[in-house]
């Protein structure tokens, strides 16, 4: 029973941190009541999934398989805790790096077609 019980604490990940059984209806505004608000629900179902079906494996195959999904699901539930605890420290970096990366591409398309423009018309 206490294996049921794991199992499906696991599955749920983080949404089980922010919100209680007897908790109060929902308001309109969020409350931030703990760091633990911002996990994803693809990654904790994913991770549940993939750790779910890595202990079938090494309970059918009897051990010789199951170990890569079993590793995989448990990572990933790791993962979604600490984009929850430190998603304003990897968000924001990953945000600028994108920007900067896509700022550039732009200019050197744009350099490219005023190169192809001016190079391509003769207008003497």
Do not use: H, Q
Request: aromatic share 10%.
């Amino acid at each position: 029973m206490k294996y049921l019980l794991s199992l499906l604490l696991l599955l749920v990940g983080c949404a089980g941190t922010t919100r209680g059984w007897l908790s109060s209806p929902p308001s309109i505004v969020p409350e931030v009541t703990s760091p633990v608000t911002s996990c994803s629900p693809m990654l904790g179902w994913l991770g549940g999934i993939c750790t779910l079906s890595g202990m079938a494996l090494l309970v059918i195959t009897g051990g010789k398989m199951g170990w890569r999904p079993l590793v995989g699901g448990i990572l990933f539930v790791i993962l979604n805790y600490a984009l929850a605890l430190y998603a304003s420290w990897f968000f924001l970096p990953v945000v600028i790096a994108t920007g900067a990366i896509s700022l550039a591409w732009a200019g050197k398309i744009v350099m490219d077609i005023y190169k192809e423009k001016t190079n391509g018309c003769n207008f003497k």
